[in-house]
């Protein structure tokens, strides 16, 4: 199979179909992020390099081998977070180079498959892509099958795609026990978010959203230059009742506190706010001296890890513990690539862990892809089990019709020799 990949990245669709063990013969990125390329380049030597999609036509490819066409335009433009700049922003006008790509494609290789990714949008806009594509697309959360809430729309032609199973894969079972300090967020910021969450809790909020993680994105949130300590933090969790309201609709994204417990938000590369392109996650312990280290019947030992707050717990809770923000490779591992698969060097440089979260904030989630490429591979087994079935049957059918004739013909020669007899 050739495959030709428009806006790579760092060639998660190659990982993807390797997983969902397609025969992969070539596979041809395009891509403009440098960064992006040499983490291509290093975890796959073998890739051939395209450049520019807006120069396709001067490409040296010939675009009726291609079986399978990928792309996931930049999604800046559509994104219903963003400013709603839709086919106008130069970002987004990139899709009607891959409009024009498939349909080169298409003219050589009419059955050529095709998958198309963004994010969710007005509806408008995501008509104008179905439109131009022919088929409607698929709503599929990574948290299915990560850590991670991201909601993406597919646009495909590989047929009978289901949603997948949910894997229950929670942030705290892929976060980094010995992530390093610096990742903490400092004594400053601390104390400004306590305040805040006091006010809000003198006025029945809670002090934390206890939902999902939040999505990646690639959008550059701030310089976290600076001292970074361990803060312990009190934090507080008022009485629940049935018009709970949370702290999260009255601070900015960038600067809610999740806990790990759940699902972590989207990766995002960009966006504002401390903590948008990973989210902040509150990492702590009941405090030793605590009267009663029970919740809901269990009891904690001192120091123990605290990840399962509940609204049943009404009498308030005394966490010790610090607030950071993600690391790169947990979030390589919510968006289900290898540690360190972003990691590498430019010019013998290492890249940044600014750079790592932006191409991951942009990138796919490998496992979800892989799931869509399973669903052709199942598909086309199908299908050729069934031919395999027609054709043994429409076999079957030419002998019996053979032998039905060969007996009527025999019936025939009998009944003409008692007649001259």
């Not at 809610?256 to 702590?284: E, M, P, S, W």
């Not at 009663?292 to 990840?307: L, P, W």
């Not at 009498?315 to 972003?342: A, F, M, S, V």
Request: net charge neutral; aromatic share 10%; charged share 30%.
């Amino acid at each position: 199979m050739n495959i030709l990949s428009l806006f790579d990245g760092t060639s998660a669709g190659r990982l993807a179909a390797e997983r969902a063990g397609l025969p992969i013969n070539k596979y041809y990125a395009s891509e403009i992020d440098k960064y992006a390329i040499a983490v291509s380049k290093k975890n796959y030597p073998d890739i051939i390099h395209l450049g520019n999609v807006e120069d396709y036509q001067e490409w040296d490819i010939d675009f009726g081998e291609i079986d399978l066409l990928l792309g996931g335009s930049p999604c800046q433009g559509f994104s219903i977070a963003g400013k709603q700049l839709n086919f106008e922003d130069p970002r987004s006008k990139l899709f009607f180079e891959y409009v024009e790509i498939l349909k080169k494609i298409r003219e050589k290789n009419p059955n050529a498959l095709f998958l198309l990714e963004n994010v969710r949008m007005k509806k408008e806009f995501q008509n104008i892509i179905s439109e131009h594509l022919g088929v409607e697309p698929i709503e599929i959360n990574s948290n299915l099958v990560s850590a991670q809430n991201r909601k993406r729309l597919y646009w495909t032609n590989i047929p009978n795609i289901k949603q997948p199973e949910d894997k229950g894969i929670m942030l705290k079972d892929i976060v980094h026990e010995k992530a390093d300090i610096d990742f903490a967020v400092s004594e400053t910021w601390c104390k400004w978010f306590k305040r805040k969450a006091q006010y809000y809790i003198d006025k029945s909020y809670v002090a934390v959203s206890p939902e999902k993680a939040i999505t990646m994105t690639a959008r550059q949130i701030m310089s976290w230059n600076g001292n970074f300590i361990y803060e312990c933090l009190e934090e507080y969790i008022v009485p629940f009742d049935k018009t709970l309201k949370i702290i999260e609709k009255e601070v900015e994204k960038g600067n809610r506190i999740y806990y790990i417990h759940d699902k972590a938000v989207t990766l995002c590369g960009q966006a504002g706010g401390r903590g948008v392109k990973t989210g902040l996650y509150l990492f702590g312990c009941i405090t030793p001296d605590r009267v009663n280290k029970r919740q809901n019947g269990q009891r904690f030992n001192e120091g123990q890890k605290f990840y399962t707050l509940t609204a049943q717990d009404k009498h308030g809770i005394l966490i010790e513990g610090y607030i950071r923000k993600l690391t790169p490779i947990e979030c390589e591992r919510l968006q289900t690539l290898p540690d360190n698969y972003t990691q590498g060097k430019i010019n013998g440089k290492e890249i940044s862990d600014n750079q790592r979260y932006k191409m991951l904030g942009n990138g796919w989630t490998v496992d979800i892809i892989a799931h869509i490429f399973g669903s052709w591979k199942i598909w086309t087994k199908s299908t050729r089990d069934k031919q395999k079935e027609n054709g043994q049957e429409a076999m079957i059918n030419a002998v019996k019709l053979l032998v039905e004739k060969e007996i009527e013909n025999e019936i025939k020669e009998v009944t003409e020799i008692h007649s001259m007899c």
